[in-house]
């Protein structure tokens, strides 16, 4: 999935063939693993062969009682249609700031389109296109299964030094939940300031309080290890598929950071060996990852990736070490295409 931005003015990167392990990794979907499903690349037929001319004349006749909103995952054919484009957050306030817009149309997933629900007023409407359209991550805590969690975080007498961070890509319902109990909602661009304003609830960083990251556990452990200089030991991993989040009162007790058992079905499958072979095949090359990667894929500890980035940064230019980047300069990204 590393796509090459640009490639250097010497010569093109081919790209390998897909390796027999890769192929693995597309099939089928496991709660367990970091696997996602499959996705062949291709977009089937149109059902309606002027499905494109009645969509275009569809977005005339609405005119400015309509604003789409275009995810950067999108495609281009649907990205054609957008008013705007952007990461979920700045796409939802994007929206509240036209409330002479009648219709919301948002080409994105569900928790998308219920975060630009909150955000603008109750005469305007927001639409998902696809009610199916999903996001993997999101559906790994559901509002019941993080309420039982938050009974087991009391039963074992921690739930009062704890404070929920929830990541953008959760449901309104987990949005709610942390709400309620005195946390916040956070992008993978803020997730630090996020994390250490909700220690800072709870004695600061160097205390004894507590945060349960959710839903990525990834984000979380990132944040913690390379930008709050926690420990990997100071981290436990709540699985809502066992009893008791999998963990014994004694370790939710010394944990500093409680992450959900949930994760990215596509930035997990990126590997160090992806690393460090993009690095083999193309010396020089500057590494951008995205902080919802596992842990063994940051910079800091494979010394391999240049550096952690989040869906909307990895857009812009990034700054790196001096005679690292030029007009003929490589980059590769550690994130969906």
């Not at 789409?68 to 008013?83: C, M, N, T």
């Not at 219920?114 to 409407?125: N, R, V, Y």
């Not at 960083?205 to 507590?210: L, V, Y």
Request: glycine letters at 8%; proline letters at 5%; one cysteine or more.
């Amino acid at each position: 999935m590393s796509a090459i931005a640009e490639t250097s003015a010497a010569g093109s990167f081919d790209e390998p063939a897909p390796s027999g392990a890769l192929l693995l990794l597309g099939q089928g979907r496991d709660l367990y693993s970091e696997r996602g499903v499959e996705c062949t690349g291709a977009l089937p037929a149109a059902s309606d062969p002027d499905l494109v001319e009645r969509a275009r004349a569809a977005r005339a006749a609405l005119g400015e009682r309509a604003f789409v909103l275009g995810h950067h995952y999108q495609r281009d054919e649907i990205i054609e249609f957008a008013d705007v484009t952007g990461d979920s957050f700045r796409l939802a306030r994007e929206a509240a700031a036209r409330p002479e817009a009648e219709f919301i149309i948002f080409c994105g997933v569900h928790f998308m389109a219920e975060s630009a629900d909150i955000l603008t007023s109750d005469k305007q409407a927001v639409i998902l296109p696809d009610l199916a359209a999903g996001c993997s991550m999101a559906d790994m805590a559901a509002i019941h299964q993080v309420e039982e969690a938050w009974d087991v975080l009391a039963d074992a007498g921690v739930a009062d030094e704890t404070i929920p961070v929830t990541y953008m890509n959760s449901t309104a319902a987990i949005k709610a939940f942390t709400g309620r109990h005195g946390g916040t909602v956070c992008t993978s661009s803020n997730a630090e300031v996020a994390m250490r304003w909700a220690f800072d609830q709870v004695g600061g960083r160097d205390g004894t309080g507590k945060v349960l990251f959710l839903p990525d556990q990834h984000l979380g452990r990132n944040t913690a290890v390379l930008r709050l200089d926690l420990s990997l030991d100071d981290c436990v991993v709540f699985d809502p598929h066992k009893p008791a989040g999998g963990l014994s009162r004694d370790q939710l007790k010394a944990a500093r950071v409680i992450l959900w058992r949930g994760h990215c079905s596509v930035h997990g499958r990126f590997s160090a060996r992806n690393v460090s072979d993009i690095r083999a095949k193309v010396p020089g090359v500057n590494v951008l990852v995205h902080p919802e990667c596992k842990h063994e894929v940051s910079p800091r500890l494979t010394r391999s990736a240049r550096r952690s980035t989040s869906s909307g940064r990895s857009l812009r230019p990034s700054p790196v070490r001096p005679g690292r980047s030029g007009p003929s300069s490589t980059w590769c990204a550690g994130s969906p295409r």
